[in-house]
């Protein structure tokens, strides 16, 4: 029998469609070239090594002694402009306002043939320090209503450049969905007294079945009611609405999950494609009880149709626990970047 | 500069991205194999004359004389089923209930190689009646909070079958997104005294620029803050909260104009992917002031990215306004099928 499932912090609903449900094997990507298997160097990208003057100057630097190891440099095509207002011109049913924002580019290594999955637990520490400090900056401004850190892997995810990198946004507006969330969450707390989504990885955690990766200060997990194949939510176990008040420790131990969670994305489904975003609150909810940020992972496995442009409700032809137990079961190559051999209780499977 | 824009009637903000925008030539799909190259007819081709056997006996099908002309059949693989219960079970973040509901398939024509865009008036006619007929059917069960009616067209929008084909779905809970739309335009009309849906086809039609094909009954336009390139809405002149309230006479205007504004893509844009969705009021809501119906209609010529998934905000890389001259000025072929030659009044170009 189909389920409907509701997520407790997002009170969307989901079908789980089992009656049409694909083993976690049908969403192994068809065979095409891997990140790994492209050459380490390419002439023309502009994030190349030897290229810096293909982009613009950089915002954030960072040496590992051999050369630049990461960098953030403005977006060249930004989506938002530094140099606009924000004033807001409302006409009848035309309301608008001039497009200030940042846009950002935060090239993740030298090497042109790696993505987040197969870095070394320190480059991904780094990586997200540097959001971090990034973020910081940003939220000074107080023309910006919120920062969005996320990142698009492969071209149906929307890249089109190959070279790893990640983006930030800066916007100056507080967005549709965003506010609907802080209702919701804050609804959620209004009832029961609590956090919903600490309340939720407490309870992923205890349950165990959709557990992917358990580290000392988050938990990586498909929800309960996930919306799509292998929809991954990370959570923070510590509660922060802000991304930027995350603590080193809190970073470090994410930079491992988040890695190991990719890593098991990488080498189970051969190397999907992928969006990740961390759903972050408004820089001036700092202070929120009910709000809690986390980083979402959405690999492009299925497509989206019309069920879902007329209801914003999602089917899910995958069972969220046969998608984590088949994640936890992914062995991941040894040796070098790929070492996770963490304790016992990195495994979700609690049986 | 790029420019943000709302929605009056979702509230959803938008980013046109003047800086990278495209013109709307960039969007014509790629070359590929247009609907009407294909054969008209498939042998193993589970909707095609002679095969009836392999879909449920339909729940209704309609004759023109030569054979059926028009199908509904129950879905094979159906995502809710009509044997479940509707019982909800609350367990901590654990919330679920039995996925009961209806869906069903609309087979729009005999032929393979035809779509709606291709249709006659007439077909296009029946094809609305069938769906009235049948959400009246199915709004008589109160188990089911809402129907909503879609096409998927072609294998980016979800399709696995060529075969012109619309699907009906009846589900037993308000989904989030359709509870936020309500609240929303209820708030509008607690500001403005009247539809938010109302007052944006009336200064749509009066601003001309972005308006596609004007009807007796329904307006054709992308709207002032479209989320993505050709996105589309049709709304229909008068308050209506439920598809199912539309007059035959609104429903024989709308079909003209469907079709035209789909032909419009077809010959425009060389047959792109596409979803169409009536974005409908749960079936308690028929008599809401604030609420009202209307088709959105989602060309897939662009991706959704990380920034989408991060904040539900859209980038909208095309401009409105030259979108909509774009296809008003696409001739479409004349003769049989093809012949929309409407009174002046139906160019919404006003200058």
């Known amino acids: 029998m189909p389920e409907l499932r509701q997520n407790v912090a997002t009170r969307e609903w989901v079908v789980i469609a089992t009656e049409r449900a694909k083993r976690p094997e049908n ?23 030897g290229n810096e003057h293909m982009t613009e100057p950089p ?8 050369g630049w190891a990461l960098r953030i440099v403005p977006n060249k095509f930004p989506a938002l402009s530094s140099n606009a207002g924000v004033e807001r011109s409302f006409c009848g049913i035309e309301r608008r306002m001039a497009g200030f924002g ?5 090239v993740e ?17 780094r990586l997200l320090f540097a959001f971090r400090k990034r973020g910081k900056a940003l939220a000074e401004d107080s023309r910006l209503m919120m920062v969005i850190y996320f990142k698009n892997h492969g071209p149906s995810a929307g890249t089109s450049l ?3 990198h990640c983006q930030l946004i800066g916007v100056p507006v507080v967005p549709h969905t965003v506010r609907a969330r802080l209702q919701d969450a804050l609804a959620y707390f209004d009832e029961h007294g609590s956090c919903a989504f600490c ?8 349950a165990g079945a959709r557990v992917i990766v358990a580290g000392k200060h988050c938990l990586s997990f498909i ?3 996930a919306l799509s194949p292998f929809h991954i939510w990370i959570v923070p176990t510590r509660h922060m609405p802000l991304f930027t008040q995350a603590t080193n420790a809190e970073i470090e131990d994410l930079a491992e999950v988040l890695r190991v969670t990719l890593a098991k994305l990488y080498h189970g489904l051969r190397d999907p494609d992928f969006n990740f975003a961390i759903r972050n609150a408004p820089t001036h909810e700092g202070t929120s009880r009910s709000f809690h940020w986390y980083i979402s992972i959405v690999p492009k496995v299925s497509k989206m149709a019309g069920f879902e442009v007329g209801t914003g409700m999602f089917i899910n032809p995958s069972l969220p626990e046969r998608s984590a137990e088949f994640l936890r079961n992914v062995a991941l190559p040894s040796g070098g970047a790929y070492a996770i051999d963490g304790p016992p209780r990195r495994n979700g499977s609690r049986s």
């Open 162 to 164: 190959a070279h790893p």
């Open 223 to 225: 929800p309960f009611a």
């Open 59 to 66: 915002i954030l630097s960072i040496d590992d002694g051999v």
């Open 102 to 106: 940042f846009h950002e580019v935060l």
């Open 109 to 125: 290594s030298r090497q042109h043939n790696t993505t987040t999955a197969l870095l070394s637990d320190l480059e991904v520490v």
């Open 199 to 206: 309340d939720m990885w407490r309870q992923e955690l205890e």
């Open 27 to 49: 969403f192994v990507s068809p065979e095409h070239a891997l990140t790994e298997s492209r050459p380490a160097h390419v002439a023309d990208c502009p994030f190349c090594p």
